[in-house]
C-alpha cells in the first residue's frame, strides 16, 4: 500500500510556472502525474520509473519535467510556459510495475494522491 498526498497547486498566469509535489509513503517501481481538466478525461501527463526513464505526453513535453527525490520519497512536477489548457486538477500515482518505458495509462496505476488543483489564465 501506498499513501500519496500532493501539494503546490495554485493560480499562474499564462506564461507562468507552477511547482506540484507528491509526497509517498511505502516504495513504488514506477511513478506518474495525470490530470483532469473541466469537462475532460483524466490524462497522464509524465511519469518516472527507478531507473530514471521518464515519459511525457506530447502536449507537455519541453514545458514539464518529471523528477523524484529518492531520499524524500517525493514526486515533482515542474511545470513552465503554462497555458490555459493545462488548468487540471493534477493527481500524482504510483505502483505501477516496472515493465519497459513509464506509463501514461491510468490503469497501470493501483495508487492514487487527493489531487492538488493548477489554475492558468490568460
Known amino acids: 500500500q501506498v499513501q500519496l498526498v500532493e501539494s503546490g497547486g495554485g493560480s499562474v498566469q499564462a506564461g507562468g510556472s507552477l511547482r506540484v509535489s507528491c509526497a509517498a509513503s511505502g516504495f513504488s517501481h514506477c511513478m506518474a502525474w495525470f490530470r ?3 469537462a475532460k478525461e483524466r490524462e497522464g501527463v509524465a511519469a518516472i520509473c527507478r531507473d530514471g526513464m521518464k515519459n511525457y505526453a506530447d ?21 513552465n510556459d503554462l497555458k490555459p489548457e493545462d488548468t487540471a486538477m493534477y493527481y500524482c500515482a504510483a505502483g505501477a ?9 491510468e490503469s497501470a496505476y493501483p495508487f492514487w494522491g487527493q489531487g492538488t488543483q493548477v489554475s492558468v489564465s490568460s
Open 97 to 105: 510495475l516496472w515493465n519497459g518505458p513509464p506509463s501514461l495509462d
Open 36 to 38: 483532469q481538466g473541466p
Open 59 to 79: 502536449s507537455v513535453k519541453g514545458r514539464f519535467t518529471i523528477r523524484k527525490d529518492s531520499q524524500k520519497n517525493t514526486l515533482y512536477l515542474d511545470m
